[in-house]
Each structure stands twice: as structure tokens, then as C-alpha cells.
């Protein structure tokens, strides 16, 4: 049973295009979402972040907003480039939860120049 | 820059040989994680560790053990692999227990033929 859920598996932008990448959870405890970029042969790299007390995060061109009232969350990258293409996986913890995160499947996401 | 430094990069054996995998950071954290990342992508934890402790365990079988000799080492061995075993294992560290950014290594290959 997936505590945590990405939708879409896949997704394909064009260049210059905001990609929007789904994410949803069922715990309410969770109050740490941090989304990990991997491209592959690679490990995951953390990308930015979001605590349930905000709303939304910024950094450069990826953007986090979160309605913890219907548990979801997505992240959106505006100006897609072909270097974006990676897999994107949506996590959550809870407080003193011992840095146990909970992945999502992923979503991989093809930029097209 | 890589700072979790994971050995070997794949490895290839047969059903019931023991295999062990070693990971190493240099970042000065207190926790080290492993990690499974399986076929269809799907990460999880299996253990992690703070200053030498084991701190998570997650429901894995016990043919995996890990071994901490320092807070900068965490090896995984496994005795007598399965079919199922075959997989990414991710080893990551954090600098604290709760919460923290999660660095991961390039990861480990296992396929069991």
C-alpha cells in the first residue's frame, strides 16, 4: 500500500514548457516533503523542499505548492530544458520520525528540445 | 562532488553465494542509511544507523545484515542472495536522524542469476 503517490509515471514537455508533477499522501503526520531529483546510474539528489506549515516554496525555476487540507502537493518547473530530464520522486516524513522517508514511485520526465 | 562513496558499482552472482557491499561518507554526518530501490523504481529504507546505533530496522529478511565500524562506514552483507534480491541498494547519510537532507551514493547493482 503506497503511502505516498505520483502521478504521472511518465511525462513529456517541450522545451520552454512548465512540467507538472503530481504528488499525494495519506498520513497525516507527515509534515516534511522533500522532492529527489535522479538521473540515471545516479543516486538520488535532493531538489527543494517544503514543510506542511507552508503553502509554497520557490527555488530558481522549481516550485513546490502544498493543500495539506487535501494532502497533496506538486511540483512544477517552469522553462523546462532537456537537462531537466531525470526521474522525480515525491517524499514525506514525519516529526521524529527517525529520518524515515517514504517515497513515491517516481515520475520520469522527458524533455524534448 | 561525490560524497558517499559506494563499492563495487555491480555485481553479478548466484543464488545462495553471500555478497557484501561496502559505503563510506565523507561529509562528517552522525546517519547512514541503506536503501532498496527496485525495478519499478520504488525506494525504501531497510536500515539506517546514528553514531554506530542501529536506529531503524525495517522488516527486511534476515539474510541482510548491515555493519557500522564507524559513524563513516555503513557495509551491507547479505548471506545467501535470492532472485529477489536483485536490485539498486543506495547507501545515504544525513546529518542528523530527523528530517535532514538524505545524500545518497551512486548505488550498487546486485543481480542474482
Known amino acids: 500500500q503506497q503511502q505516498v503517490r505520483q502521478s504521472p509515471q511518465s511525462l513529456t514537455v517541450w522545451e520552454g514548457e512548465t512540467a507538472i508533477l503530481n504528488c499525494s499522501y495519506e498520513?497525516?503526520?507527515?509534515?516534511?516533503f522533500p522532492w529527489y531529483q535522479q538521473f540515471p546510474g545516479e543516486g538520488p539528489a535532493l531538489l527543494i523542499a517544503?514543510?506542511?506549515?507552508?503553502d509554497k516554496k520557490e527555488d530558481g525555476r522549481f516550485t513546490i505548492f502544498f493543500n495539506k487540507r487535501e494532502k497533496k502537493l506538486s511540483l512544477h518547473i517552469t522553462d523546462s530544458q532537456p537537462g531537466d530530464s531525470a526521474t522525480y520522486f515525491c517524499a514525506a516524513s514525519g516529526t521524529g520520525n527517525t529520518g524515515k522517508l517514504i517515497f513515491g514511485l517516481g515520475t520520469t520526465l522527458q524533455v524534448q528540445p | 562532488e561525490t560524497a558517499v562513496f559506494q563499492t563495487p558499482n555491480y555485481h553479478v552472482t548466484q543464488v545462495g553465494n553471500e555478497v557484501s557491499f561496502n559505503c563510506k561518507q565523507t561529509l562528517g554526518h552522525d546517519t547512514m542509511y541503506w536503501y532498496k530501490q527496485d525495478s519499478k523504481k520504488l525506494l525504501k529504507i531497510m536500515f539506517s544507523?546514528?553514531?554506530?546505533?542501529?536506529?531503524v530496522n525495517e522488516t527486511v529478511p534476515r539474510r541482510f545484515s548491515p555493519q557500522s565500524s564507524d559513524k563513516a562506514h555503513l557495509n551491507l552483507r547479505i548471506k545467501s542472495v535470492e532472485p529477489e534480491d536483485s536490485a539498486v541498494y543506495l547507501c545515504?547519510?544525513?546529518?542528523?536522524?530527523?528530517?535532514?537532507?538524505?545524500?545518497f551514493g551512486a548505488g550498487t547493482r546486485l543481480s542474482v542469476l
Open positions: 545515504a547519510s544525513s546529518r542528523l536522524a530527523s528530517q535532514n537532507t538524505l545524500y
Open positions: 544507523y546514528n553514531n554506530k546505533q542501529l536506529i
Open positions: 498520513n497525516s503526520a507527515f509534515d516534511y
Open positions: 517544503i514543510r506542511s506549515v507552508s
